[in-house]
């Protein structure tokens, strides 16, 4: 697992989706704090994952805690790694974290982002439904 945290610090660092391909697991849930259906699949987190590195600006991890927590899906414990970030997304500081939890062979099975302020959830929200929309992973509402 601590090969896959650091290769995916590194992969974010460098705005690099193609090295996150390997990281994930085919099945992978990223739980949104925007959204209560998670998103599903590699294609659609890594298409995320896209959206993401457009939108966030001043991203940094800046903590980081280990251990082990139930997962969503089964309710299993899993190897957890909670990395704490700072960005900004449309002028608005976002303070968050990301639990990454993974399989027995060490790739992220299931990933969960909690974002504050509400002021920058919303930010986040909007941001993210445009990018979403433009890539044509999600239809176009209203």
């Known amino acids: 697992m601590e090969k896959t945290v650091e290769d995916f610090r590194t992969a974010v660092a460098n705005r690099d989706v193609a090295a996150l391909d390997g990281l994930f697991t085919e099945d992978v849930r990223l739980y949104s704090p925007v959204t209560f259906t998670p998103f599903e699949g590699k294609a659609m987190v890594l298409g995320l994952f896209r959206v993401l590195m457009r939108t966030f600006e001043d991203f940094r991890y800046i903590g980081r805690c280990e251990g082990a927590?139930?997962?969503?899906?089964?309710g299993e414990e899993a190897p957890?790694?909670?990395l704490l970030f700072r960005a900004t997304v449309g002028g608005k500081q976002i303070h968050g974290?990301?639990?990454?939890?993974?399989?027995e062979a060490g790739r992220i099975r299931e990933f969960t982002v909690m974002v504050r302020p509400r002021s920058a959830v919303h930010a986040l929200g909007e941001a993210v439904l445009a990018g979403l929309v433009a890539d044509g992973l999600v239809p176009a509402t209203g």
């Not at 927590?69 to 089964?74: C, K, P």
């Not at 974290?97 to 399989?103: A, K, N, S, V, Y």
């Open 69 to 74: 927590a139930e997962t969503t899906a089964d």
């Open 80 to 82: 957890s790694v909670v």
């Open 97 to 103: 974290i990301d639990l990454l939890q993974c399989d």
